[in-house]
């Protein structure tokens, strides 16, 4: 079986290029330029790439499509928390939106059998409470530019599904972290690694997370198995974690001992919304959590690491990186 998949270069296409290449498929990868180092896959003779520059209604498929049987599109415009672009909808919508449409079709008519979509558990929604997971099922509820954008996709991809036969399997991952990883996790790896003291003890909240490894073993899962096609899947490590267990488990990889102090949800609340931190409060107080049974149900998948080794992990490769960057200078 021969593979595409997008964006193998970024955060989560290396680690999948890999593991499907270990697993022993023909692995081709798609990138938007080379300015970014590319993952060596090791063991991979005939690995092949294919620079397409920016993904839009516009993109030429043809040479990376050709003879193959599988695309995973994990490539598109990520969320940041601050957007220069003068339209963010907009510039969603071109690559999420419009780039996915026109990667379907293209695959559809040059005889790709399946597109495993990457898409967002910000289709569903923000926030969950803790006796209500959010499901498949669910009415999705986007909030933000990235997320529209990807609930469009999703649209669109079932409309090209029913009209050419393509299957499509749409998987919406809750925060995704392993080595490399860069935006909250990073940051709280930071914090933990300088021994930085907040105000995080007293949160009581759940945050469903999926480690890096587990992603890919699960996108493997929808790849090739057959039960996979035409669903849509949550995927998560399982068991959910709190903001002030998360933070311990990174620091326990790093040997260092979290600093934690109480402060009351309603001060933290009042403090964050006084300094426009509003999506800070919400990411490290408030709860996401999500149903995975029919992941695990239907395709009979299993995380192959558990959370706390997942992140103890992480925190061991964000402590070996700072000591070879400390060793290089």
């Known amino acids: 079986m021969r593979a595409l998949v997008t964006g193998s270069n970024g955060f989560v296409g290396s680690a999948v290029s890999q593991h499907f290449t270990y697993s022993g498929l023909d692995v081709r990868g798609a990138l ?7 993952s060596t896959v090791s063991g ?63 695959a559809a008519h040059y005889g790709v059998r399946r597109l495993v979509y990457l898409s967002s558990v ?30 469009e996709a999703e649209i669109a991809l079932r409309k090209i599904e029913a009209e050419t036969g393509l299957e499509v399997v749409i998987v919406r991952p809750t925060l995704v972290y392993g080595p490399n990883v860069r935006g909250n996790i990073a940051a709280m790896l ?23 490894e587990n992603l890919c073993s699960f996108l493997y899962a929808c790849a090739t198995n057959p039960a996979a096609a035409g669903e849509t899947f949550m995927v998560s490590d399982g068991r959910a974690v709190s903001t002030p267990e998360l933070f311990r488990l990174l620091a326990a990889g790093m040997g260092k001992k979290a600093r934690l102090y109480p402060v009351s949800d309603r001060v933290l609340k009042m403090v964050c919304k006084f300094c426009g931190l509003g999506n800070i409060y919400r990411r490290l107080c408030l709860s996401l959590v999500v149903d995975t049974h029919r992941a695990t149900e239907r395709l009979a998948w299993h995380p192959l690491i558990t959370v706390e080794q997942a992140l103890e992990r992480t925190g061991q490769w964000y402590l070996g990186s700072r000591l070879r960057s400390a060793g290089s200078h």
Not at 32 to 38: D, K, P
Not at 205 to 210: E, G, I, Q, Y
């Open 122 to 151: 910000k289709v569903n929604g923000e926030i969950t409470h803790f006796s209500k997971p959010f499901r498949e099922t669910d009415a999705p509820s986007p909030i933000d530019p990235y997320g529209v954008s990807k609930f």
């Open 44 to 106: 991979a003779a005939n690995w092949e790439t294919f620079v397409l520059g920016d993904i839009s209604e516009s993109t030429e498929w043809r040479a990376a499509l050709t003879g193959v049987d599988v695309v995973i599109h994990a490539a598109a415009r990520v969320h940041v928390m601050r957007d220069r672009a003068a339209d963010p909808l907009a510039e969603f919508r071109r690559v999420n939106t419009a780039g996915t449409e026109r990667l379907a079709r293209v």
């Open 190 to 212: 930071s914090w933990a690694y300088r021994g930085i003291p907040l105000p995080l003890a007293a949160i009581v909240n759940a945050r469903s997370l999926v480690a890096l």
């Open 32 to 38: 938007r330029n080379r300015r970014r180092s590319i």
